[in-house]
């Protein structure tokens, strides 16, 4: 079946440090890969996305682009904030369903 | 444009009873989508549904139900309330399924005691 692989965490970053957030899949078919972000006591908010090889998702500063051969979805920013600071999450569908599969997420957070 | 209005945010129920959840998806969206959310499982699929059918479903046991009304809001419902069930229930909405964006409803935080 589906998977999603993150790396683990929490990750703790000093304000205005680089950001990279491992992501790797196995997905049956071609999926579309996103990143959705969670603030405390919030549900999940579609951060970026890609739908095919190569595509490259940005969203408030933050990229990811879609690497078909090494089946990977590495979310970054160049220079974080204190307000970066939540729980994030990859996640793919393939096929003809809506049915999200997750990673299990990990925790940012940004000192001043 | 309003968002995924589920309701309520917040319930405490004991082991035993049932509870129903309910979500109101962005207006227009027709195929609404459950999640699970739990610090040990992370997010886990329930079901979907689309023009008030179920069109896929989780592996999750039959106490966990749902439905979909002809104006596309959703209701889920858990029966027999166990410990485990605790959680926070997330409630998604899209246009029409397929390989379309979720967007995401705040969640109803539900422990069991």
């Known amino acids: 079946g589906d998977s999603v692989t993150q790396m683990e965490g929490p990750v703790t970053l000093s304000e205005e440090a680089f950001l990279t957030i491992n992501c790797t899949y196995t997905?049956?078919?071609?999926?579309?890969l996103f990143w959705y972000v969670q603030y405390p006591g919030e549900g999940l908010q579609l951060l970026l996305k890609a739908t095919k090889a190569d595509d490259k998702g940005s969203n408030k500063g933050f990229e990811a682009t879609y690497r078909k051969e090494t089946t990977s979805f590495h979310l970054e920013k160049g220079s974080v904030q204190v307000s970066d600071s939540a729980v994030y999450f990859c996640?793919?569908?393939?096929?003809?369903?809506?049915?999200?599969?997750f990673g299990k997420g990990i925790t940012l957070s940004v000192r001043p | 444009k309003a968002g995924v209005t589920q309701t309520p945010r917040y319930l405490i129920k004991t082991r035993g009873q049932q509870v129903t959840l309910s979500c109101s998806p962005i207006s227009g969206h027709r195929s609404v989508s459950w999640y699970q959310q739990t610090p040990g499982q992370g997010l886990q699929f329930l079901f979907e549904y689309f023009s008030e059918t179920q069109r896929n479903k989780g592996n999750f046991p039959g106490r966990f139900s749902g439905r979909q009304f002809s104006n596309s809001r959703s209701e889920m419902n858990v029966s027999t309330l166990e410990l485990g069930d605790s959680a926070l229930y997330l409630c998604?909405?899209?246009?029409?399924?397929?390989?379309?964006?979720?967007?995401f409803g705040a969640g109803t935080r539900l422990s069991v005691l």
């Open positions: 997905a049956t078919g071609y999926p579309s």
């Open positions: 998604a909405s899209s246009l029409a399924g397929e390989k379309n964006i979720q967007y």
């Open positions: 996640a793919l569908i393939t096929g003809a369903n809506s049915k999200l599969t």
